[in-house]
């Protein structure tokens, strides 16, 4: 009986601390995913990456994606060259 009261006051105590605590990992976790979702969004509107993932569309899903890949191909080049446009530009 003693060893649970015991145990059940130092659950009590890790709660207190944690919850004190609680404020200032969502904020830090926020920040942290922030962070990462920005890495993503940056890596998925790379020229790499989104040339591969055209290319891997026309292969695995041959048909239509292989058809249009030439004009997707182009659109990209396309976009990639306004961006850069308009970055040099800024």
């Known amino acids: ?7 059940a006051s130092g659950i009590e105590a890790i709660r207190t601390q944690t919850v004190g605590d609680m ?13 990462e979702m920005n890495k993503l969004h940056a890596l998925r509107n790379s020229f ?3 040339l ?3 290319l891997v569309e026309a292969v695995r899903t ?6 249009l890949l ?3 191909l182009l659109r ?3 976009l990639v060259s306004r961006r850069l446009r308009k970055a040099r530009d800024l």
């Open 52 to 54: 591969g993932h055209l």
């Open 1 to 7: 009986m003693a060893a649970s009261l015991a145990y």
């Open 23 to 35: 404020g200032k990992q969502i904020a830090r976790l926020k920040t942290e995913l922030d962070t």
């Open 76 to 78: 990209l080049t396309l």
């Open 62 to 67: 041959p048909g239509r994606n292989t058809l």
């Open 70 to 72: 030439p004009y997707k």
């Open 48 to 50: 790499s990456y989104q």
